[in-house]
């Protein structure tokens, strides 16, 4: 049996940082924002479409996309959230398929991880095998998001309440990592996990 697991969580919750530790156990990662950045790259079909919704003005000198003007715009206006996702995310689904393609491939018996923010959201969450949802309390979020991107307290609370509610996403999930003691406390949970996946797969 093919096991494909998501990965998910909400704003500085450290799905990175997770996400790093099943990689070094030899989990294959299909990572969507990754793949996000890819399908904006100059002339591509999604670059294009964000260029014709947005206009110029989001564009840097080397003409990559401004993603910190980008973001200022789409966090302050649910609309044209729903119009950015529209044209990038069925990109991202094409490569994340054909990566998970290219694993299955490379050994059919491994667990594949794919590691989406807004898995749950965009209902990605119905094709998984198996759920894992990365959490801290709001405080912490908070604290890690103001010293991630240097934004102030009203700015970050912000994109936290852009976002689902890191309880509502909660329910979903097979399995839960708490992230907000230590990076040990952290790999343990993401050891056992990933065990578990081997063991149903």
């Known amino acids: 049996m093919v096991m494909i697991a998501g990965l998910t969580g909400g704003i500085a919750s ?5 996400s790093k530790m099943f990689r070094e156990l ?9 793949i996000a950045r890819l399908v904006v790259e100059p002339d591509r079909p999604a670059w294009q479409g964000i260029v014709e919704e947005f206009g110029t003005e989001i564009l840097l000198s080397d003409r990559t996309i401004d ?8 966090f302050a206006d649910a609309s044209r959230r729903d119009k950015l996702n529209r044209i990038v995310h069925p990109r991202v689904r094409e490569e994340a398929a054909r990566q998970v393609e290219q ?4 050994d059919p018996k491994r667990p594949i991880l794919q590691d ?3 898995l749950i959201e965009t209902g990605l969450y119905k094709q998984m095998d198996k759920v894992i949802v990365v959490y801290v309390n709001e ?10 991107d240097g934004s102030t307290k009203a700015e970050a609370m912000q994109r936290i309440r852009a976002q689902m509610p890191i309880e509502e996403k909660k329910k979903f999930a097979d399995f839960l990592i708490d992230n907000s003691g230590s990076l ?5 949970q993401v050891e ?3 065990e578990e996946l081997n063991r149903l797969a």
């Open 184 to 188: 040990e406390g952290t790999r343990q």
């Open 139 to 148: 405080e912490t979020q908070l604290q890690r998001l103001m010293q991630r």
């Open 26 to 34: 030899g989990a294959p990662i299909v990572d969507a924002d990754i």
């Open 116 to 118: 989406v923010p807004l």
């Open 67 to 74: 993603r910190t003007k980008l973001g200022s715009i789409i």
């Open 103 to 106: 694993f299955l491939r490379e």
């Open 192 to 194: 056992q996990i990933w």
């Open 14 to 18: 450290g799905k990175s940082t997770v």
